[in-house]
């Protein structure tokens, strides 16, 4: 049985997602020891900007380039925001484009410091993904991103999870794939106001249609606890597996500095990922 890790990054005009996948993919190399599979419709750009990516990436698996209409606001801090094209629409085909057996699922925004995810692939379960997460931040208020919407179901993180290649992961997925075909019924259905497609709405849909529309034990959550940082934060510094970040709790930009250590950590403000990135990529 092949296992290894998917990543996809498509670039908008300021957010260089091939370059988050290769730090993830490093950090992915350094903690599971893993193969890691890259989709990209950006395959020349990899090839040009990024000639040392085969120490960290095994295969590179180019798509179309596609357009959207789909935007989004980007945050870096409190006090900056940027309205950017926003491609998150290929998430439903990792069935389909996995070149594993057993697949590890990330965002390239989600920087692996430990090794607990390996223990993914001793698990008896064909699927499993993160409903709860740990804010960095004690005591903010993270009610929006626990749920779908305030009168909706609980949302699962689409950000990283874990499936097997059989026929109840090609039915989820093609469920997933629906969903993202009949969106507007189904965003309408589930109280969901904003108009873009989002892959944590769509796989916890896909879930709640398989539980029979009922809260069940089933699918199982990921080994160890997704740390979140939102994007009014600002990461500061990273060292080894230790980031320095100035979490924002009332959003009105009265920051305090919190350290991450050895925690798989989901950075959301890209910008400063950015800025982390491009100082570790200097020395190579």
């Known amino acids: 049985m092949t296992q290894g890790v998917l990543l996809f990054a498509n670039n908008n005009k300021q957010i260089d997602y091939v370059k ?8 992915i190399k350094k903690h599971l020891g893993l193969p890691v ?5 950006n395959v020349e750009y990899l090839y040009k900007t990024y000639p040392f990516y085969t120490k960290y ?10 357009t959207t209409d789909q935007q989004r606001g980007f945050r870096d801090g409190v006090y900056t925001k940027k ?15 996995t070149p594993f057996d057993e697949t590890l699922v990330m965002d390239t925004d989600y920087i692996v410091c430990n090794s607990h995810l390996k223990n993914c692939f001793n ?4 699927f499993l993904i993160y409903k709860d997460f740990v804010d960095i931040s004690p005591g903010r208020n993270m009610s929006s991103l626990r749920r ?9 993180w689409a950000t990283v999870f874990y499936f097997k290649k059989n026929d109840n992961m090609k ?14 019924f189904y965003r309408l259905t589930y109280q969901i106001a904003n108009r873009n497609f989002r892959n944590d709405f769509a796989f916890s849909i896909a879930i709640h249609i398989l539980n029979g529309f009922e809260n069940t034990n089933w699918p199982k959550p990921l080994p160890g606890k997704m740390y979140l940082s939102t994007d009014l934060d600002i990461v500061t510094n990273a060292k080894e597996e230790t980031f320095t970040v100035l979490t924002d709790q009332k959003e ?6 919190v350290k991450v250590s050895d925690s798989n950590l989901h950075i959301m403000n890209k910008f400063s990922l950015g800025r982390i990135i491009d100082e570790e990529f200097a020395d190579e």
């Open 252 to 257: 009105n930009g009265t920051y305090r500095a």
């Open 57 to 66: 990436i095994d295969y590179v698996i180019s798509v179309d380039r596609t």
């Open 83 to 97: 309205v950017l094209e926003w491609k998150n629409q290929s998430r439903s085909d990792c069935y389909d484009l």
């Open 123 to 126: 698990s008896q379960d064909d």
């Open 37 to 41: 599979a890259l989709i990209t419709e």
């Open 20 to 27: 988050q996948a290769i730090y993830c993919a490093k950090k």
């Open 171 to 184: 039915f989820f997925f093609d469920l997933v794939k629906h969903v993202k075909e009949n969106w507007n």
């Open 148 to 156: 779908v919407s305030d009168r909706s179901i609980d949302m699962w």
